[in-house]
Nanobody, 124 residues
Framework: VQLQASGGGLVQAGGSLRLSCTAS????????MGWFRQAPGKEREFVATIRSNAYTYYADSVKGRFTVSRDNAKNTVDLQMSSLKSEDAAVYFC???????????????????WGQGTLVTVSS
């Protein structure tokens, strides 16, 4: 599976941004899709995941502000980000995995396929 993330950019604190990830080369609807982020000097951290049955799970830090969704007809997974904070600034990655075991999906190690990342900058 090849993943291509897009939609990053500069946004003011409190603003919104929508990231998109397009998949190709696999049976998209069968994959659990995740979003991770990595700020400079920090480890890659879990943001959100959506399983093939559309069940979603969020990091506590983004719950209520971010929404993950998928369109199996278009092979895309989106991350709608609202009420952005300076601490949300990072490179955002989309990832795919064949597993649907919720206890593992917070770990980057559970994902075998990664996109190239898209930069989100939040100005205060």
């Amino acid at each position: 599976v090849q993943l291509q993330a897009s939609g990053g950019g500069l946004v003011q604190a409190g603003g919104s941004l929508r990231l998109s990830c397009t998949a190709s080369g696999g049976t998209f609807r069968r994959y659990t899709m995740g979003w991770f982020r990595q700020a400079p000097g920090k480890e890659r951290e879990f943001v959100a995941t959506i399983r093939s049955n559309a069940y979603t799970y969020y990091a506590d830090s983004v719950k209520g502000r971010f929404t993950v969704s998928r369109d199996n007809a278009k092979n895309t997974v989106d991350l709608q980000m609202s009420s952005l904070k300076s601490e949300d600034a990072a490179v955002y990655f989309c990832a795919a995995t064949a597993t649907a075991i919720m206890t593992t999906l917070r770990s980057p190690d559970a994902y075998g396929y990664w996109g190239q990342g898209t930069l989100v900058t939040v100005s205060s």
